[in-house]
């Protein structure tokens, strides 16, 4: 395989720095880690490369001294920085010296070597740039799922970030269908983010639990997040009446309590739909199509992965984005239609 380019990675977490380096690796990019600031001064020193990954918090010298000799030695050496600090200061600072981009932790590994990608073959930085909004994870209010794996059943509770630090996330402590549910320090969770391009999943521990101001979980944050699921087919843009209700397969007939709705795409994975009504995700829906006449319908059963208040002039309700769980088989033909 012909080399894509010499990277190097600087960051004090030693598996994040093998993470980053085998996914560059396996993307034909030479990766040289060093963890921490005095290294990376050497390294520069020693060779040319084509894109430096930087921490801003390092030992022995921190990434902003580190930054400021980089650029003495390799003014024209294109720098992403990558940090999970909230200092924007430090970060303000950053962007003095000219650094390509700048991505916050945790990030999406396969948008950090597109990112790596894009500002190799970059001449000149053009300002700033960060990931594409797509990517931009654990922002506060954004809805999550939390399955709690530890002799739970699996159940999936919706919840939403409160806040974060360099080290850990606090999310809304989940409601059970009696009130609060007890989770113990250490206990594994599995937590479902869903934003603009793919659902997103990374299990974690709880590290404790508050209930001042309000009752919340703070979880261990990882440094990296994987895709879980990408769209796998294209999604077409189709106004569709629907009637939908809470449940699934299981659920009784003379249980569902179906409500009106609309498509805002559609494809066969999946369906953006608005609704009267706030869903959180992680419920899972019943759904049907009614694409010409009240006697033709398709049906599905739905997982909602992310939900919205639509800003859209003329939609006044909630945009869910589902991924169908079911569907019957005559959706094929609608679609070619």
């Known amino acids: 395989m012909v080399s894509k380019g010499n990277v190097l990675v600087v960051d004090d977490e030693i598996n994040l720095c093998r993470i980053i380096g085998a996914k560059l690796a396996r993307s034909g990019y030479n990766v040289t880690a060093v963890h921490d600031g005095v290294q990376a001064i050497e390294k520069v020193r020693e060779s040319d490369y084509d894109v430096v990954l930087l921490d801003l918090i390092l030992p022995k010298m921190d990434g902003l001294t580190a930054l400021a000799e980089i650029r003495n030695i390799r003014s024209s050496v294109p720098i992403i920085v990558m940090t999970a600090c909230e200092n924007a200061d430090a970060v303000e600072e950053a962007r003095s010296y000219g650094v390509s981009a700048y991505v916050n932790k945790p990030f999406d590994l396969d948008s950090l070597v597109s990112l790596v990608s894009n500002t190799s073959h970059a001449k000149t930085a053009a300002g700033d740039r960060r990931m594409s909004d797509s990517t931009v994870l654990f922002s506060k209010d954004q809805p999550i799922t939390i399955e709690i794996q530890n002799g ?99 659920a009784a007939p003379e249980a569902l309590d179906f409500k009106p709705g609309e498509t805002r795409d559609l494809s066969l994975g999946g369906a953006c739909i608005l609704v009267a009504e706030e869903v959180e995700p992680g419920a899972v829906l019943t759904i049907e199509l009614r694409p010409k006449i009240e006697t033709d319908r398709i049906g599905a059963v739905a997982r909602v992965l992310r939900s919205t208040h639509s800003d859209q002039p003329g939609d006044d309700g909630w945009l869910l984005g589902c991924q169908f769980i079911l569907a019957d088989p005559s959706l094929h033909n609608l679609l070619k239609d």
């Open 152 to 250: 739970y059943l699996g159940r999936t509770y919706p919840s939403r970030i409160c806040g974060k630090d360099d080290r850990t996330l606090t999310v809304l402590a989940p409601e059970g269908d009696h009130g609060a549910v007890e989770i113990a320090p250490r206990a594994l969770v599995k937590i479902g983010l869903a934003a603009k391009d793919a659902y997103y999943s990374f299990s974690t521990h709880v590290v404790r639990s508050s209930q001042k101001p309000q009752r919340v979980l703070v979880l261990d944050k990882p440094s990296v997040i994987y895709r879980a699921q990408r769209r796998q087919h294209a999604r077409l843009a189709l106004r569709i009446p629907i009637s939908y209700a809470r449940g699934g397969q299981d």
